[in-house]
């Protein structure tokens, strides 16, 4: 089993910068693949980015790519989320995943409760 709770959401600017957090409970976190999501009010949740257990492969959605960055630290049961040059239509909660590497929300079995993240134009 794995418990993951997101932090460092909040409200900023257009052009901010925010990294989120993602801490993990449980001993296999650093056996499984991570992936974060969002959702924005009245629609779907949607692929963000994903790193592999090892840290050795990343996979980044278009709309996010060259701005966010995804990284995680084991030793913490840690993952990150990176976001800079933060846009209005960034605007969505958050949320981290645990299990396999992948962009679907099927290939994922554990999922935080979300943070929220918005951004004032």
């Known amino acids: 089993q794995v418990q993951l709770v997101e932090s460092g959401g909040g409200l900023v600017q257009n052009g901010a910068s925010l990294r989120l957090s993602c801490t993990a409970s449980?001993?296999?976190?650093?056996?499984?693949?991570v992936a974060w999501f969002r959702q924005a009010p009245g629609k779907e949740r949607d692929f963000v980015a994903a790193?592999?257990?090892?840290?050795?492969?990343?996979m980044y959605a278009d709309s996010v790519k060259d701005r966010f960055t995804i990284s995680r630290d084991n030793d913490k049961n840690t993952a990150y989320l990176q976001m800079d040059n933060l846009k209005p239509e960034d605007t969505a909660v958050y949320y981290c995943?645990?299990?396999?590497?992948?962009?679907?929300?099927?290939?994922?079995?554990?999922w935080g409760q979300g943070t929220q993240v918005t951004v004032s134009s």
């Open positions: 995943a645990a299990g396999a590497y992948g962009n679907r929300e099927s290939d994922y079995d554990y």
């Open positions: 449980g001993d296999t976190f650093s056996t499984r693949s």
């Open positions: 790193i592999t257990s090892n840290s050795w492969r990343f």
